[in-house]
């Protein structure tokens, strides 16, 4: 099964905070990011539309001209837990050392290992895999992403983070 992966597009927060799980807003210069998205996709033909319920996914989608994706709460970024809303330079807490010397283990703000993560979008991609479909497009987020090109062995978990996936980046995998 082939699968588009499209990252959301930038979000109306303050650069350097935290927001992973939160429902976040798009950015103001959302119509000319999307407008970049949507030109990409023309001409695609999807046998199912998925995205992470979150506004910044589902407002990416229906630009695009998928006005009712599938929404599925397994294609959430990760949850930060009590770190949510707060700058990365301003966080007090004395797990966050914790969690960057083992991000894939530790819970970030006590919520979600990378690792919990990587099993909940794992299965959503084994529950995809007995649908059928040949050809389908998933509008989700940075790590979600991350997560899936593991599971499709494009990276393991030390390479993960090495290349960007940028805000509107398309990501093409097979499964």
Known sequence: MEVFLIRHTKTAVIPGTC?????????????????????????ERFDAVYS????????????????????DDRLKELNFGSWEGQRWDEIQDPRLQEWYDDWLSIPAGGAESFLEQ????????????????????????????????????????????????NYGAQVKMTI
């Open 52 to 71: 992470s319920p979150s506004q910044r996914c589902r407002k990416l989608a229906v630009y695009c001209g998928y006005e009712h994706p599938i929404l």
């Open 19 to 43: 927001y992973g799980n939160s429902d976040v807003d798009v950015a103001d210069s959302f119509p000319e990011e999307a407008e970049k998205v949507r030109v990409r996709l023309k001409g």
């Open 118 to 165: 990587y099993n909940r979008v794992s299965a959503f991609l084994d529950d995809l895999k007995e649908t059928g479909y040949e050809k389908v497009c998933v509008f989700a987020h940075g790590g979600t992403i991350r997560a899936a090109l593991i599971y499709a062995g494009k990276y393991n978990f030390n390479q993960a983070f090495t290349d960007d996936v």
